[in-house]
């Protein structure tokens, strides 16, 4: 079992940054953050797995949001610059082990709302 604790949501005018982190209790071999706007599905942000730390991000994010890792202390940060409207929406984190073939673990969310 894996406890994931997001923190570093809040209020931004656009155009402004926010750093996201997400504790983990243990080690894992994939976090990705999520993230869901009213009314609307939860889709993927960006992610970061393996050894060597790879990266994936959505199209919608890329050139904005920089997703990297403290391996000392399983935590994943995304910082997210030139923020806009759009961005607004809780935020989540997730994690899956190297046999977990999903996220099985799920952190509480945070929310970021981005201001005109």
């Known amino acids: 079992q894996v406890k994931l604790v997001e923190s570093g949501g809040g209020l931004v005018q656009a155009g402004g940054s926010l750093r996201l982190s997400c504790a983990a209790s243990?080690?894992?071999?994939?976090t990705g953050w999520f993230r869901q706007a009213p009314g609307q599905e939860r889709e993927f942000v960006a992610s970061i797995y393996g050894n060597g730390g790879s990266t994936l991000y959505a199209d919608s994010v890329k050139g904005r949001f920089t997703i990297s890792r403290d391996s000392a202390k399983n935590t994943v940060y995304v910082q997210m610059n030139s923020l806009k409207p759009e961005d607004t929406a809780v935020y989540y984190c997730?994690?899956?082990?190297?046999?977990?073939?999903?996220?099985?673990?799920w952190g509480q969310g945070t929310q970021v709302t981005v201001s005109s």
């Open positions: 243990g080690r894992t071999f994939s």
């Open positions: 997730a994690a899956r082990r190297i046999t977990d073939s999903n996220y099985p673990y």
